[in-house]
């Protein structure tokens, strides 16, 4: 009787270990946005444009360190992606104006890059068994919520303690110190039939640029990220200013939330730990249903939880509800729309692709930050950009229902 594959390589774990690290401190950001205003008293718009390019630069830079990886090495990106997430942090611990944050955190958005789903999740596929792969990106990807509730109350903790530039140079150390652990993360070669190992780089991109199901998972992907970066680096600003005051003697006050600011910190917690077990969630329902009918769900859900959130007034109970709904669905379309990419067009060239479809997911966060600091400036409120996060939410759910999921054809050799 064959033993079955463990589910718990040491790829995996250091796969976890390194985006737990890398996804703290990009949740932290929004952390950021009022103390770095207003010491420089900027308009909110300056380093909402910084986090809007960061996010954009993680989008360009996947397909890049997606190749690097697949061309030269895993542990070669990722060391590569750790230098620049360091380099971007300590540089911008000494920037004093808006254009050199921005400039700069194009170089943390290729950290990321390098560090993030992108790599790891292509590294933690091949890695895995047939029957493992969807659970096992699921935990890779619960890993990214596992960071999300640490880093912004790490943020939080650390900025009462010393200013937001040693919190920087902190965190500039802590991603360095995750290399530690590339020894033991040694991944094998992807398990590919003949056809696939002989079809190039080349070769895929012109079959999925072809192919309709990828350009509809690639459009499909566009509001993921608009929703989770404008909620990751506009919602504790939201909070601590249109939430209703936290009761001073309740049950928040009670365990330690006695603002609405740290209240914003702990809602971004808290929708972290909630997609932990959506995530995983996530991941065992692909291993046994159609992918493409559970991302339409998810985004529909997202859609009616959002559109519910912004029509009722905001308190911390709603606060709260929203955090844990939204975290439910935060990251679970990520081993679905990978797995998805994975089954489509096989294992070999899953970085590169995943990084081209990222790239879309990039652009909507791009636009979500961007437009949530510009249109608070404009009109003094967010209202208008979350319904723009509602409508392109609603888009995705109803684009993802014509991919055809089943295996591309290979191409024959002669």
Same mark, same amino acid.
């Given at each position: 009787m064959p033993t079955k594959a463990p589910l718990f390589t040491p790829v995996l774990i250091v796969g976890c270990v390194i985006i737990i690290v890398s996804f703290s401190i990009r949740a932290s950001f929004g952390v950021f946005q009022? #103390?770095? *205003?207003?010491? /420089?008293?900027?308009?909110?718009?300056? =380093?909402?444009? +910084?986090?809007?390019?960061?996010?954009?630069?993680w989008g360009i830079g996947q397909p890049i360190f997606g190749a690097?990886?697949?061309?030269?090495?895993?542990?070669?990106?990722?060391?590569?992606?750790?230098?620049?997430?360091?380099?971007?942090?300590?540089?911008s611990?000494?920037?004093?104006? #808006?254009? *050199?944050?921005? /400039?700069?955190?194009?170089?943390?958005? =290729?950290?990321? +890059?390098?560090?993030?789903?992108?790599?790891?999740?292509?590294?933690?596929?091949r890695a895995s068994s047939d029957e493992n792969r969807s659970m096992s990106l699921a935990i890779a990807t619960a890993a990214g919520s596992a960071g999300q509730v640490f880093g912004a109350p790490l943020a939080v903790f650390l900025l009462g303690q010393m200013p937001w530039q040693q919190v920087f140079l902190v965190f500039a150390v802590m991603i360095l110190a995750a290399l530690m652990l590339l020894p033991f993360m040694r991944s094998p070669a992807p398990p590919a039939s003949r056809a696939e190992l002989e079809e190039s780089l080349g070769g895929i991109l012109r079959r999925a640029g072809r192919d309709p199901s990828f350009a509809m998972i690639f459009l499909g992907f566009f509001s993921c990220g608009y929703q989770l970066a404008f909620i990751t680096a506009h919602f504790p600003a939201f909070v601590t200013e249109l939430c209703s005051p936290v009761a001073p003697s309740g049950l928040l006050a009670r365990v330690g939330i006695t603002s609405t600011a740290a209240l914003g910190a702990v809602a971004i917690s808290l929708i972290g730990l909630a997609n932990v077990a959506g995530t995983l969630t996530a991941g065992w329902l692909g291993q046994r249903y159609t992918k493409k009918y559970l991302l339409a769900g998810i985004y529909t859900m997202r859609t009616i939880v959002a559109a519910v959130f912004i029509l009722m007034p905001i308190t911390p109970a709603s606060v709260l509800l929203f955090s844990v709904l939204m975290g439910a669905l935060w990251l679970a379309t990520v081993p679905l729309t990978s797995g998805l990419?994975?089954?489509?067009?096989?294992?070999?060239?899953?970085?590169?692709?995943?990084?081209?479809?990222?790239?879309?997911?990039?652009?909507?966060?791009?636009f979500g930050v961007w437009l949530g600091g510009y249109m608070y400036d404009a009109t003094g409120g967010y209202t208008l950009v979350w319904w723009i996060g509602v409508g392109v939410g609603a888009f995705s759910a109803l684009i993802h229902l014509p991919i055809r999921e089943n295996r591309a054809p290979l191409p024959v050799s002669a």
């Open positions: 009022i #103390p770095i *205003a207003e010491e /420089f008293a900027w308009p909110r718009a300056e =380093f909402s444009l +910084a986090i809007a390019l960061q996010n954009l630069a690097v990886a697949e061309k030269i090495g895993d542990r070669v990106a990722i060391i590569l992606g750790a230098l620049c997430y360091a380099a971007g942090l300590v540089m611990s000494v920037a004093v104006t #808006p254009e *050199a944050h921005q /400039f700069l955190e194009i170089l943390v958005g =290729f950290g990321i +890059a390098g560090t993030g789903f992108g790599v790891i999740l292509a590294v933690v596929g990419i994975a089954h489509i067009y096989g294992l070999r060239y899953m970085g590169t692709l995943y990084g081209i479809v990222f790239l879309s997911h990039q652009i909507g966060g791009f």
